[in-house]
């Protein structure tokens, strides 16, 4: 994937993020951080797609979605909930 | 006293009329005598076999064990085993119980650079008053099995 891509997804979640020898993207959602992903910023400027989709919790079709825009962050959030990553509210 | 004789001169193209002096041509004027029309190459005992680069041996290991991490205050007390695998000409590293992985253009450089991200994880996992959600809890509790803060001790 595309670098663009990979901000636009960390732009569309709102993910806290650290740039230190790589970009570490951080969601959080009400105070509790639930998934974690990354991109180098070293030398290497490949962005194994499969491994970010994997870190993000989503399938393939979901993964394209968050990258384009059908799927929105609270969509996000119920993919998520549904997998029992967020906690349901009462 | 003796006197020096006189070499004769004997023009080439009147060699073979000189006395003495005979040509006989040879039947059979190839160099190598598998040049000779008619004759069966011998059958070669050097056996030859055509691969794809995919099918030749990978000096490149499928699987490494890190015994170390970039980071002074961290030491790793349990090996962690990478997957090695190659995509799109990078070098990629990943441990798959925590999905987290390593990319360059070397396995030196993936290794290192998914040492850097443990780094990273590890410390923000083990912030204080960070609250995580199930899947990094269990990520931490992984991590933990693997890599612990060292004990400085002063002198």
Known sequence: MKVHEFEKIVNKLGMETRNSRDRHAWFVHNGVTVVRTRR???NSKFLPEHKIRTQLKVNESQFSGLISCSVSKQDYINILTE??????MP | MATAGTTPTIESANL??????SFTKHSNLDVLQSQARG?????????AEFLSVAALPNARPERVLLGTIA???????????????????AVLVSWTEIDEFGSGATMSEAIEDFSHSLREIYHRLNES???LGPDLISIKATIGQYVQRRHH???
């Open chain 2, 16 to 21: 073979f009329d000189q006395p003495g002096i």
């Open chain 2, 39 to 47: 004759h069966v190459l011998p059958k070669s005992n050097v056996h």
């Open chain 2, 129 to 131: 008053g960070v609250r």
């Open chain 1, 40 to 42: 180098s910023q070293g």
């Open chain 2, 71 to 89: 980071d002074p205050d961290l030491r790793v007390v349990r090996a962690i085993p990478l997957d090695v695998s190659v995509e799109d000409c």
């Open chain 2, 153 to 155: 001790e002063s002198a």
């Open chain 1, 83 to 88: 997998k029992g990553l967020i906690p349901k």
